[in-house]
């Protein structure tokens, strides 16, 4: 199974912008479906991004709509998060995550990357 590491992560101004990258250790296969998750100290682990790697079909958290945008590479078996006009309050770890696109459960994670925010 094709393990998952983030990178990208780091510091930025309230407004600033980030890309963070997901690399898998393998082929990622036909039938999956990538997700950015994040999570804040004392907070549940919430769901920022999607996208389902054979269609390209991506799906966003109401928060990040319109100032995130997901995307892939399939030759290189990576994903990417773009993050503009970051706030302050979306200071988390933020990870990766792999499911087959018929199940809800997550087969593997990253280690997470700190997305740090200041105002």
């Known amino acids: 199974q094709a393990q998952l590491v983030e990178s990208g992560g780091g510091s930025v101004q309230a407004g600033g912008s980030l890309r963070l990258s997901c690399a898998a250790s393998?082929?990622?296969?036909?039938?999956?479906?990538l997700s950015w998750y994040r999570q804040s100290p004392g907070k549940e682990r919430e769901f920022v991004a999607s996208i389902a790697w054979s269609s390209g079909y991506t799906e966003y958290g109401l928060s990040v709509q319109g100032r995130f945008t997901i995307s892939k590479n399939n030759e290189k078996n990576e994903m990417y998060l773009e993050m503009n006009s970051l706030r302050a309050e979306e200071t988390a770890i933020y990870y990766c995550?792999?499911?087959?696109?018929?199940?809800?459960?997550?087969?593997?994670w990253g280690q997470g990357t700190q997305v740090t925010v200041s105002s």
């Open positions: 995550g792999r499911r087959r696109h018929y199940l809800t459960d997550y087969g593997s």
């Open positions: 393998g082929r990622i296969l036909p039938g999956y479906v």
